[in-house]
């Protein structure tokens, strides 16, 4: 099994800054690429960013310079750092992890998604 644990969400007025975490556990191999999406009511979910294992990150148009995603492989745990919140930055924030996990000996692929951390910006 493989679980991957969020948190830091909360409840922050504009211009604030929040920095969610997520630890990936369970028998895991390899973790290829770590992300965060996030989904707002009525809407689909959508990339934020995404950072592969070699440290090379990728931004929403809409967070680029307020946002900053990093990782360490060791531990399987990435952050999100998140500055300059606005109003249209409320939504449900998930970890996502492309990794290999050990099936009965074998490397196994697959893509998996946290429970998502609720992140609602208002004053």
């Known amino acids: 099994q493989v679980q991957l644990v969020e948190s830091g969400g909360g409840l922050v007025q504009p211009g604030g800054s929040l920095r969610l975490s997520c630890a990936a556990s369970?028998?895991?191999?390899?973790?290829?690429?770590m992300g965060w999406y996030r989904q707002a009511p009525g809407k689909q979910r959508e990339l934020v960013a995404t950072i592969t294992i070699g440290g090379t990150t990728n931004y929403a148009d809409s967070v680029k310079g307020r946002f900053t995603i990093s990782r360490d492989n060791a531990k399987g745990t990435v952050w999100l750092q998140m500055n300059s919140l606005k109003f249209e930055d409320t939504a449900v924030y998930y970890c996502n992890a492309e990794l290999s996990r050990v099936v009965a000996g074998i490397p196994s692929p697959g893509d998996y998604w946290g429970q998502g951390t609720q992140v609602t910006v208002s004053s």
């Open positions: 369970g028998s895991i191999s390899r973790i290829y690429a």
